[in-house]
């Protein structure tokens, strides 16, 4: 896009370690259709919803891409873009690089909530410790909660924070 000033994709694991989420899935379907005349399908639907568990994580979680625009951020997660989060440039009323621990402050990786550095803060991440605490002028939800304060991590914080004030 002609009007992106920032783009940066961060995957939660590699391409071949994905594809071992869908793999239960296939051996579900292989099963399942071979045994489909010889087993009620009752019997086959704990498998099938543990199957289709494992597939989903990658699919709605497995890829995060931060974007920013000429008026807006946004982040995509995971590979059918249904996760969105659109905050407008003009909420923006601070930005400052932190170094954060996601297990500890937030209690793991995703789309979380957590106290950092004392106050309620959404955090946005699929790897790393380095990213951008925003303070925004109104609040916004995340997991359920609403909040001023918001960390989108990144690889290049840097090159993050500086595409916010251009």
């Not at 950092?116 to 955090?123: A, H, K, M, V, Y």
């Not at 939800?141 to 924070?161: N, Y």
Request: overall charge neutral; aromatic content about 12%.
């Amino acid at each position: 896009m002609a009007d992106e000033r920032f783009s940066e994709e961060t995957k939660l694991l590699s391409g071949i370690l994905n594809y071992l989420f869908i793999i239960p899935v296939i051996l579900f379907c292989l099963t399942f259709f071979s045994d489909m005349f010889q087993v009620k399908i009752k019997d086959q639907i704990p498998l099938m919803i543990v199957a289709v568990v494992f597939a989903l994580i990658p699919l709605l979680f497995g890829k995060m891409v931060t974007l920013i625009h000429y008026d807006e951020l946004v982040i995509h997660f995971g590979y059918v873009g249904l996760i969105k989060k659109v905050i407008p440039l003009s909420q923006i009323a601070n930005a400052e690089i932190v170094e954060f621990n996601p297990l500890r402050d937030f209690g793991g990786w995703g789309i979380r909530c957590g106290k950092f550095r004392g106050e309620l803060t959404g955090c946005y991440t699929l790897s790393g410790n380095r990213g951008i605490l925003l303070t925004l002028n109104e609040s916004i939800g995340v997991c359920f909660a609403q909040t001023k304060r918001i960390i989108i991590a990144s690889k290049e914080p840097d090159q993050l924070i500086e595409a916010l004030w251009r």
